[in-house]
């Protein structure tokens, strides 16, 4: 009767300690679960609030990348070979000590959409150089010397864009000042259209272009023409008419 009062004590007591040690690791994992935050509530106390406090030495993403890069001209398309450059075919170039054959390459260039271009002597010409009556005044004595070339200040750009080139100076002894010829020999004008301008007080036009069209016999000259300083764009236009290169 004793021993089994014994073995009943023993095992309440084994129950005991049994029931205790549950509570106890019950109690335990609660706590730690309670103290340990959720792994989104921690990426969430980390993220930064604003945009800009993100850590800007990470390599950029591949869309970043992309906006990076040079973006292609919005017009891209090449230009067709059989296409025509840009610019006139049509030049004007002209000298004028005067001013007077200025105007007139003015009307021409501004009737015919042409471009226009002034041969400026490296040295300009002054009152006394152009004393006609002084035999030893500077035009007299380059008229005097076929041979004379007068430097020329400045160059045409791409002269060779151009199809036709109209060549405007003032008459000088019946002729076309020696400077014209330093232009003419200065470019080739090969396959090019000349037409040739003048003006003069009383001065007809004459073969007052000779000597140019030696110095570029390769190219098509067509008839000259002369004016008076007063001439309008009128009577300017009706001349480039009849030239049937509009």
């Known amino acids: 009767m004793k ?16 029931l205790a040690a549950c509570a106890g690791n019950t109690e335990s994992n609660e706590g730690s679960n309670s103290s340990a935050p959720s792994q989104s509530s921690a990426e969430a106390s980390q993220a930064p609030e604003n945009p800009q406090d993100q850590n800007t030495s990470e390599a950029p993403s591949e ?7 040079p973006s292609e001209p919005a017009d891209s398309t090449e230009s067709s070979p059989d296409e025509e450059p ?6 004007v ?6 001013n007077n054959t200025e105007g007139i390459a003015q009307k021409l260039a501004d009737g015919l959409g042409a471009d226009l271009y002034e041969i400026v002597p490296e040295q300009p010409y002054s009152a006394e150089d152009l004393d006609y009556g002084n ?3 500077r035009s007299s004595v380059e008229m005097n010397d076929p041979s004379a070339r007068p430097a020329i200040s400045g160059t045409v750009a791409n002269m060779e864009q151009y199809d036709v080139v109209f060549i405007g100076y003032p008459i000088w002894w019946g002729e076309a ?5 330093t232009f003419i020999e200065s470019y080739d004008f090969s396959g090019k259209t000349l037409v040739a301008f003048c003006t003069s007080a009383s001065s007809g036009f004459g073969s ?13 000259w067509l008839s000259g023409h002369r004016f008076s300083a007063g001439a309008d764009s009128e009577e300017v236009m009706e001349w480039t008419n009849g030239l049937g290169i509009n």
């Open 208 to 220: 007052s272009d000779s000597a140019l069209r030696s110095a570029a016999s390769g190219a098509t």
């Open 63 to 69: 869309t970043e990348n992309e906006s990076q890069q």
């Open 177 to 181: 000042p020696r400077i014209m010829s």
């Open 93 to 98: 170039a002209y000298f004028s000590a005067t």
């Open 86 to 91: 840009e610019g006139s075919r049509i030049l």
């Open 135 to 137: 035999a030893n005044s």
């Open 3 to 18: 021993m089994k009062k014994i073995t009943a004590i023993l095992l309440a007591l084994v129950l005991v300690f049994a």
